[in-house]
């Protein structure tokens, strides 16, 4: 069987819950990766098919898995048990072949292993989760590396879990129905994502025009006194919301924002509209990371009426 790359199977989004039908386990903040071997060696690939395997030479151990296994994972960076993100992405935007081998000894990652595909040319995706994760630990125990982990999880306890996750820093806990399919590209409810839902109110400094107003929003949020940029958004925009705000918008532009921006093709706007803007973490650079638009807000920062847009004319 020679290996071919395939999408993932992907989650949806969840509220913390108890089931004795799901497994739960904690959600590893890293970047999503299948790997496989065959006659011609291993292979490592993202959720576009994007090739890993350069990028990350000291998981050539993979090349020991039997012939025709795909093992589904994250790739993390692991600071005391924990993933840290913002590290993990220095080094997979890094394409220097000498950086990249340096890196693989001074900063090794490591492969968290969640579900077993194929195993020795045998499809596993009909399979329930139950039984490709016995296969899946069977195949971690005899690689025998310990830059290959099995995610290890619980039963029943997911609101728990989700509460204890969350406090050690973890991004948060995925939820496996234990019967469920493996559905390549596809987001089924039969994996759930729960991740803290945190929410701030920043103040709209400028956007990025498209065909039908703007495109993007960018918002700042004011550190110690000091207005800075955090984000650009381009989700959570409602149809009749988008309509008003590109009205606001056109009323208020001027060169360029008020705080530096790192988009040269943004159009400024007076910073006194203010909304909502839900998002995952801080970054190290002070911005916000998985940011989505929430709700308009009044022009000193309060909300209006659940749903509605604040008139500011």
């Not at 469920?180 to 945190?198: D, V």
């Not at 995952?280 to 659940?306: C, K, M, N, P, Y």
Request: glycine share 10%; aromatic share 10%.
């Amino acid at each position: 069987m020679i290996v071919t790359p395939f999408a993932p199977m992907l989650a949806v989004r969840s509220e913390p819950f108890d089931s004795a039908d799901y497994l739960f386990e904690v959600k590893w903040n890293g970047v999503r990766a299948l790997a496989g071997s065959d006659s011609d060696g291993w292979r490592l690939w993202g959720r576009e098919q994007a090739d890993y395997q350069p990028r990350y030479p000291e998981l050539a151990f993979l090349q020991r898995l039997p012939p025709g296994t795909v093992l589904d994972g994250e790739i993390v960076l692991l600071r005391q048990g924990v993933a840290d993100l913002d590290a993990l992405l220095r080094r997979h935007q890094g394409n220097n072949p000498g950086q990249v081998r340096h890196r693989g000894y001074t900063e090794p990652v490591t492969y968290v292993v969640f579900d077993a595909l194929y195993h020795r040319g045998r499809c596993l995706f009909g399979e329930p989760l139950y039984r490709r994760r016995r296969v899946l630990t069977d195949l971690v125990l005899q690689l025998d590396e310990p830059q290959i982990v099995f995610s290890e999880g619980l039963v029943l306890a997911g609101s728990i879990f989700f509460e204890q996750a969350v406090a050690q820093g973890h991004e948060g806990v995925m939820a496996k129905h234990l019967a469920s399919r493996y559905t390549p590209g596809r987001r089924s409810s039969a994996w759930r994502k729960i991740k803290p839902g945190r929410s701030l109110v920043c103040v709209i400094v400028g956007f990025l025009p498209g065909r039908e107003g703007f495109r993007r929003l960018l918002v700042a949020t004011s550190h110690d006194g000091v207005l800075s940029y955090v984000a650009c958004l381009h989700s959570g925009f409602r149809k009749e919301v988008r309509t008003r705000l590109n009205a606001l918008l056109s009323k208020r532009q001027r060169r360029q924002p008020v705080v530096p921006c790192p988009h040269p093709q943004a159009v400024g706007v007076e910073p006194d509209l203010y909304c909502q803007v839900r998002f995952l973490e801080w970054t190290r650079q002070g911005h916000l990371r998985g940011a989505s638009f929430q709700r308009l807000l009044g022009s000193d920062g309060v909300s209006t009426a659940a749903g509605q847009v604040p008139s500011s004319e």
